[in-house]
């Protein structure tokens, strides 16, 4: 008997997972989102473990209106659970990339730019197991087709939320979280696009669709084929 209970005890360690808290039932935003929120996603940024929620969510807010349109300022707002609510740790534009401050026109026209769009694209397990990062694409133009870019946002050793990894192309670019399908293998995400050489225009481009796997590998961030533009561990520059 004492050798069985000896045996199911170790049985239990080996299995054993940290449990993942559950969400308060109501929980609150401090401060809220600015503006109109249209995405809310859960993320586990610092691991799933218990009291490791973090959310991110998408929201904005009317920034002008001129000749039968809306223009908006986009905000990305990412919080950390404390007890029942949610605090801030991270806003952009306040806190820098990935999105731009919404201005008017030069002269007071009813135009403010740049003209933004941003969604939350995905979480994944991108560095190691179980700690989760946060996909977000964001798109800006001005008079031409503008950039888009793909960022993956994680936390630093000191509990900060940072850009890990970001990668830029004109006109478009779409971002496809790529699950691993066995044990031990990291997620990857599949860029695809418009390729443009050096010397491309933005009306022509040099391959109109064009796809990459950007991943994290062997210590480092990779994209294969190398496409896109890509930045380790910084936003692009403006």
């Keep these: ?50 009291h490791s929620q973090w959310r991110a969510v998408a929201s904005k807010s009317v920034a002008g209106q001129g000749g039968g349109n809306a223009f908006y300022q986009w905000y990305l707002s990412i919080y950390a659970i404390d007890g029942t609510a949610y605090r801030l740790k991270y806003q952009s534009p306040a806190n820098g990339g990935p999105l731009s401050k919404v201005t008017q026109a030069v002269g007071g026209a009813k135009m403010w730019f740049p003209i933004q769009s941003m969604q939350i694209s995905g979480i994944g397990a991108f560095v190691k197991p179980a700690v989760q990062q946060l996909i977000v694409s964001s798109h800006e133009m001005g008079a031409d087709c503008g950039s888009a870019t793909v960022t993956v946002l994680g936390t630093n050793a000191s509990g900060g939320v940072v850009p890990l990894v970001s990668v830029r192309n004109g006109c478009s670019l779409k971002a496809t979280l790529a699950h691993a399908s066995t044990p031990g293998a990291r997620d990857a995400i599949v860029l695809s696009g418009p390729y443009y050489n050096a010397t491309a225009p933005m009306c022509c481009p040099t391959k109109p669709k064009a796809a990459a796997v950007l991943a994290y590998r062997n210590g480092k961030w990779t994209e294969t084929p190398k496409y896109f533009a890509f930045y380790v561990g910084k936003f692009p520059p403006e």
């Design 1 to 50: 008997m004492r050798l069985t209970h000896y045996v199911l005890a170790a049985v239990a360690v080996l299995f054993w997972v940290p449990a993942v808290a559950e969400e308060p039932p109501h929980p609150t935003f401090s401060p809220a989102p600015p503006g109109t929120v249209e995405q809310s996603q859960l993320v586990y940024l610092a691991g799933e473990a218990m």
